[in-house]
């Protein structure tokens, strides 16, 4: 037993997390998680021109906890007028009267 400045005379060793078997399978689900529900919020928001909350969701890491919050209440709903395509020119016909 490894005795050091931090640890009480007799105390039991603390068993690391990594050496868990459960450990790194969930500690790789909360990595592939919070990337994919940072990736679909940070899309949401540089798409609807929310600069703030861009910035906010780049910065912090909490699990998908803030993601989830901006998703479900304050991203635009619907498609703004200015991410609409225009609509494309009617073609000319090809009938001639003469």
Do not use: C
Not at 1 to 19: D, K, Y
Not at 27 to 54: C, D, E, P
Request: aromatic content about 16%.
């Amino acid at each position: 037993m490894v005795n050091s400045w931090f640890m009480a005379p007799g105390a039991p060793e603390m068993v690391s997390f990594l050496t868990l078997p459960f450990a790194f399978p969930l500690l790789m689900a909360f990595v592939v998680w919070t990337v994919a529900i940072k990736g679909y919020a940070l899309w949401h928001a540089a798409r609807g021109s929310q600069n703030g909350w861009f910035i906010f969701l780049l910065v912090v890491n909490l699990l998908g906890i803030p993601e989830i919050v901006y998703l479900v209440w304050f991203r635009n709903k619907g498609v703004s007028a200015s991410h609409v395509a225009p609509a494309p020119a009617p073609a000319p016909s090809a009938s001639t009267e003469a």
